[in-house]
């Protein structure tokens, strides 16, 4: 998830909690209102599961064939069963007896449908390359391929058949992921261009669906889907949305309780540092520097002085006192702390990927391995430009802090600044305008790949194209030859990592935090660090 997609897909800023009890449910069914009143920092720009950008919030509107539950637990959801072949290539889902939010029978045929709509060149999804290891998926993305030649298909009435290209360590938790949920043709086909572009013209498969969308408006709702087939576990009635640009506003909103949680800005933080009502609920997103690999800028394309670069900064003092990012993990490598454990050892794929000398402080090293860069290209000095989206505080901040790290710290070195609106700088991204940009990324699904094959040569967030053979290989021998051996493929992964910091492919510099304030009768929300940021299906006001 990129940092443009990031505020779309949390454009549901709100909270997290507790896990539901025994003792919430009676407190529950106690409470008249059972309304939830949260603010959002963005508007919703689509509801289109084929074309979001994100699903931060609205996996409690669309449900695939498995849920996320705390720790990213899998959970049941519209599947009462699945289960793999041997050999880890096909997968059989059992749907069970389910409905859409206008009555509709859940059938296996529409998920059938679903699939081979966002996987069409025609439909223009953001995530279809998350179908490529479905058979036939990366040709129908290509527009070779018909898409009713994708591997998916309905066994029966209830049962879901699909076949992939190769094994899919991480494919059970893909399955939690909205994007993979079923969609009606019949509302498609009935809406046409007005599908998805409003609240009233699409269906729901999950505990709640919205109302009062209307596409550009600064409120909207999620009601309680009463044709959800857990339905009993949903104590929640409402949750309403209102749009708020900055973070004082929201504030204010929370104490004058007309808010149940708020989000906290980094100059609103060390007022609430030992506030009970404060909560983590940090997402897995690492920024980073993304060097352009296209650019006519030689400097870019010396390992050295991008070695140079990283050594310069002093992350510590960036995060901890210049962000005031309290309790964020040390960056190690790409990959950000919480995201992912190995299958053998439990351990924290963060822990084990770091490289000496490639993203700790060191200026003496950056000195030297800047000028050995200067020699290299035959300069004395040399200029980049370093842009970021201005929509973000704090990326305005990072970025006034690196200019002053690496003007002091290298001489020779000039760094130009330039900050635009979101849409518009991601669109530079996309079209290769521009030296280094200061980006962001939130993980998918909880597993290392999600982060690793963003630098991978050819794949669509590859905006710098960032071109490794050795770092490809292994990223290609742990998602095909070792894809069904799970010790191989962490170690494939781990050797991918440290490959890509000891090259520089890009720069991670901090891994993000993210603080709110939350009414103390708000329980049973649950928060991931990774996909479907947030779940209320179990959510209740005391």
């Known amino acids: 998830m990129n940092f443009y997609k990031?505020?779309?897909?949390?454009?549901?800023?709100?909270?997290?909690?507790g896990v539901l009890t025994a003792c919430g449910n009676n407190?529950?069914?106690?409470?008249?209102?059972?309304?939830?009143?949260?603010?959002?920092n963005s508007r919703l720009d689509t509801i289109d599961i084929s074309k979001s950008?994100?699903?931060?919030?609205?996996?409690?509107?669309?449900?695939s064939f498995y849920r996320l539950g705390e720790k990213g637990a899998i959970t049941p959801g519209l599947a009462s069963k699945g289960y793999s072949s041997k050999d880890g290539k096909t997968w059989t889902f059992k749907i069970r007896n389910a409905k859409f939010s206008n009555g509709d029978p859940i059938t296996a045929n529409d998920f059938v449908y679903s699939w081979r709509r966002t996987v069409s060149p025609k439909t223009k999804a953001q995530y279809s390359y998350l179908f490529n290891a479905v058979k036939n998926g990366q040709q129908i993305n290509e527009g070779n391929m018909n898409p009713d030649k994708l591997g998916i298909k309905a066994i029966d009435k209830h049962t879901v058949?699909?076949?992939?290209?190769?094994?899919?360590?991480?494919?059970?938790?893909?399955?939690?992921?909205?994007?993979?949920?079923?969609?009606s043709e019949k509302t498609v086909k009935k809406y046409g261009?007005?599908?998805?572009?409003?609240?009233?013209?699409?269906?729901?498969?999950?505990?709640?669906?919205?109302?009062?969308?209307?596409g550009v408006g600064d409120k909207w709702s999620y009601v309680k889907n009463n044709d959800y087939w857990d339905k009993n576990a949903v104590k929640l009635n409402r949750i309403n949305y209102s749009f708020v640009s900055d973070s004082t506003t929201s504030l204010n909103l929370y104490n004058q309780g007309l808010l149940d949680v708020t989000p906290l800005a980094t100059d609103q933080l060390q007022n609430y540092r030992n506030d009970k009502s404060m909560k983590d609920y940090s997402y897995s997103m690492i920024s980073y520097l993304r060097y352009n690999f296209n650019s006519t800028n030689k400097a870019l394309h010396n390992t050295n002085i991008r070695r140079a670069i990283s050594l310069s900064i002093d992350r510590s003092v960036l995060s901890q006192k210049v962000l005031y990012l309290k309790g964020s993990s040390e960056v190690t490598g790409f990959v950000p702390k919480g995201l992912a454990y190995s299958p053998i050892n439990k351990k924290d794929f963060s822990d084990q990927q770091s490289v000496n000398n490639t993203l700790n402080y060191n200026p003496k090293l950056a000195k030297a391995l800047f000028k050995k860069g200067l020699k290299e290209l035959g300069m004395s000095s040399i200029s980049i430009n370093l842009s970021n989206s201005n929509d973000n505080n704090n990326s305005n901040v990072a970025a006034q802090y690196l200019k002053g790290q690496l003007e002091s710290n290298l001489r020779g070195m000039k760094v130009q600044l330039t900050s635009l609106p979101a849409?518009?700088?991601?669109?530079?991204?996309?079209?290769?305008?521009?030296?280094?940009?200061?980006?962001?990324?939130?993980?998918?699904?909880?597993?290392?790949?999600?982060?690793?094959?963003?630098?991978?040569?050819?794949?669509?967030?590859?905006y710098g194209k960032y071109d490794n053979k050795k770092y490809d290989n292994l990223i290609n021998k742990a998602e095909n030859e070792d894809a069904n051996n799970q010790?191989?493929?962490?170690?494939?992964?781990?050797a991918a990592s440290k490959e890509l910091s000891k090259d520089q492919g890009v720069t991670p510099l901090f891994q993000n935090s993210a603080y709110y304030l939350q009414k103390s009768n708000v329980h049973g929300i649950i928060h991931n660090t990774a996909g479907t940021q947030w779940s209320y299906k179990y959510a209740y006001i005391s």
């Open 53 to 63: 950008g994100g699903y931060g919030s609205t996996g409690n509107v669309y449900e």
């Open 161 to 183: 058949q699909i076949n992939l290209n190769k094994p899919v360590a991480y494919f059970k938790t893909l399955m939690a992921y909205p994007l993979f949920g079923p969609q």
């Open 193 to 214: 261009s007005k599908y998805g572009t409003n609240s009233k013209y699409m269906v729901y498969s999950g505990p709640f669906k919205i109302v009062n969308w209307n």
């Open 27 to 40: 407190e529950a069914s106690k409470s008249k209102s059972q309304t939830l009143n949260l603010s959002a």
């Open 6 to 17: 990031a505020l779309l897909s949390s454009a549901l800023l709100i909270t997290a909690g």
């Open 423 to 462: 849409k518009i700088y991601t669109q530079n991204e996309q079209n290769g305008k521009f030296d280094v940009g200061l980006d962001t990324w939130g993980g998918d699904f909880n597993d290392p790949i999600t982060f690793l094959q963003i630098p991978q040569k050819g794949t669509p967030y590859n």
């Open 487 to 494: 010790g191989k493929r962490w170690d494939d992964l781990i």
